[in-house]
């Protein structure tokens, strides 16, 4: 059975997409983020919670103050990509459920009234934005470098504050000269699919 979803598509999507860890200097337009974010907003979360955060680094002193919280082997790449984005997980999103959830407005106190609850849900939620975002990215026609080799601390209190999480910094751009490794291995469909 094939996919609806055209195979050129797929291939920009997954097969032929890759984590990228050079870039040329072809600069990463407001334009093209406010598409990716336009397009993967409407990606599902539980009870329609909207807990991603992304800090766009552009500046050179805010890359500067970036690039000293990244792991050495991440420097270089984080340095001199087109675009840098800090994602993050907001652990106050319930103040926005009554918006976002307006059939149900009680879940706000019903469900998340207690910060070890939506911690966990802030957590969950916005790594499946951070992945939607990560496929926008190369819906765009980018290459996407996530990183999670980082100081999280110096992060979050460098650019965040303690109601936001990071979960990983993300290099975004036309990818450059050698950009890839060689794909590694994935597990089969027998490995991961259980029928019962």
């Known amino acids: 059975m094939s996919l609806v979803l055209d195979p050129a598509a797929q291939d920009l999507l997954f ?20 598409a990716i974010y336009d397009l993967v907003k409407f990606g599902p979360t539980a009870f329609n919670q909207s807990p991603l955060r992304v800090v766009l680094v552009r500046s050179a002193e805010g890359r500067e103050r970036l690039v000293q919280h990244m792991a050495e082997g991440n420097r270089p790449k984080t340095a001199t990509a087109p675009l840098v984005a800090i994602l993050a997980a907001d652990n106050e999103f319930h103040e926005e459920l ?12 019903l469900f998340f009234s207690e910060r070890p609850v939506r ?3 802030a957590g969950l939620n916005a790594a499946l934005q951070a992945a939607y975002f990560i496929i926008g990215v190369r819906a765009a026609g980018l290459a996407a470098g996530p990183m999670t080799g980082y100081d999280a601390a110096g992060i979050q209190k460098e650019f965040l504050d303690d109601d936001h999480t990071p979960l990983m910094v993300v290099n975004i751009g036309k990818p450059g000269d050698d950009a890839w490794f060689p794909r590694s291995p ?7 699919i259980t029928t019962v």
């Open 15 to 34: 097969r032929e997409a890759r984590t990228a860890n050079t870039f040329t200097d072809e600069p990463v337009t407001d334009e093209q983020v406010q």
């Open 119 to 121: 911690e966990s849900a």
């Open 186 to 192: 994935r597990l089969s469909f027998d490995e991961v």
């Open 98 to 109: 009554p918006a976002l959830l307006p059939h149900f407005p009680q879940a706000k106190d």
